[in-house]
């Protein structure tokens, strides 16, 4: 089962979305935050695999509250969830690390592929989200210069097409272990924060 919690200041969105999410054989919510600290709070208590964020809340927005998840030791992978598709809250909130970015106005089918990816060590992206975050980065300067090993760059490659740690691991014949020291060592190379942006970055300097 994957174990989600849902975080969102309006009653009727957490409702809609934990009845949606009811309907399933494979996903949980274990929890519901009606703000950051809480969905915070319950990440720590819960230990869910998935958070479903929404954006702006009170007491701790959803970008605060990711970035805090992040710091944690909990392994769960945030998903935004908002009606927001500006340019400055979808990289705000990668950057703090959340995995995904999704539109309230995505169908039923979409966020529960989204869930599912996520749990998967994946990135759902809404395509505006993908479109914004690749026009951010690609007018940001290019890091020239990047020496990458072999090794780094068929991980960064996998990680571009999609794949997962344990899917990058089982494909290359090496532990997960060894493929999250390659992506941490991508990641200072290449001056990315996460897979996501690394997945970007990747697609943006034709690597693989």
Same mark, same amino acid.
């Given at each position: 089962?994957?174990?989600?919690?849902?975080?969102?200041?309006?009653?009727?969105?957490?409702? =809609?979305?934990?009845?949606?999410? *009811? &309907?399933? +054989?494979? /996903?949980?919510?274990?929890?519901? $935050?009606?703000?950051?600290? !809480?969905?915070?709070?319950?990440?720590?208590?819960?230990?869910?695999?998935?958070?479903?964020?929404?954006?702006?809340?009170?007491?701790?927005?959803?970008?605060?509250?990711?970035?805090?998840?992040?710091?944690?030791?909990?392994?769960?992978?945030?998903?935004?969830?908002?009606?927001?598709?500006?340019?400055?809250?979808?990289?705000?909130?990668?950057?703090?690390?959340?995995? =995904?970015?999704?539109?309230?106005? *995505? &169908?039923? +089918?979409? /966020?529960?592929?989204?869930?599912? $990816?996520?749990?998967?060590? !994946?990135?759902?992206?809404?395509?505006?989200?993908?479109?914004?975050?690749?026009?951010?980065?690609?007018?940001?300067?290019?890091?020239?210069?990047?020496?990458?090993?072999?090794?780094?760059?068929?991980?960064?490659?996998?990680?571009?097409?999609?794949?997962?740690?344990?899917?990058?691991?089982?494909?290359?014949?090496?532990?997960?272990?060894?493929?999250?020291?390659?992506?941490?060592?991508?990641?200072?190379?290449?001056?990315?924060?996460?897979?996501?942006?690394?997945?970007?970055?990747?697609?943006?300097?034709?690597?693989?």
């Amino acid at each position: 089962m994957i174990r989600v919690v849902v975080a969102d200041d309006h009653a009727m969105v957490r409702a =809609g979305l934990e009845q949606l999410l *009811a &309907s399933t +054989d494979d /996903i949980e919510v274990v929890g519901s $935050a009606s703000n950051g600290k !809480e969905a915070v709070e319950l990440v720590v208590q819960l230990r869910p695999n998935v958070v479903l964020m929404d954006l702006q809340m009170p007491v701790m927005d959803g970008v605060e509250a990711t970035a805090a998840i992040g710091h944690g030791e909990q392994d769960v992978a945030v998903v935004i969830v908002t009606s927001f598709s500006d340019r400055e809250r979808i990289v705000g909130a990668i950057d703090a690390g959340a995995v =995904g970015y999704l539109l309230k106005d *995505a &169908s039923p +089918d979409e /966020i529960l592929s989204g869930i599912r $990816a996520a749990a998967r060590g !994946e990135s759902p992206l809404h395509p505006r989200a993908a479109r914004e975050l690749l026009s951010a980065r690609a007018e940001s300067p290019a890091r020239a210069g990047v020496d990458l090993t072999a090794r780094e760059t068929e991980v960064l490659v996998l990680v571009r097409e999609g794949l997962s740690n344990k899917q990058i691991a089982r494909r290359l014949g090496i532990t997960e272990r060894t493929v999250k020291a390659h992506l941490t060592s991508c990641f200072q190379r290449i001056g990315v924060l996460d897979r996501t942006q690394a997945a970007l970055w990747a697609e943006r300097n034709d690597i693989g």
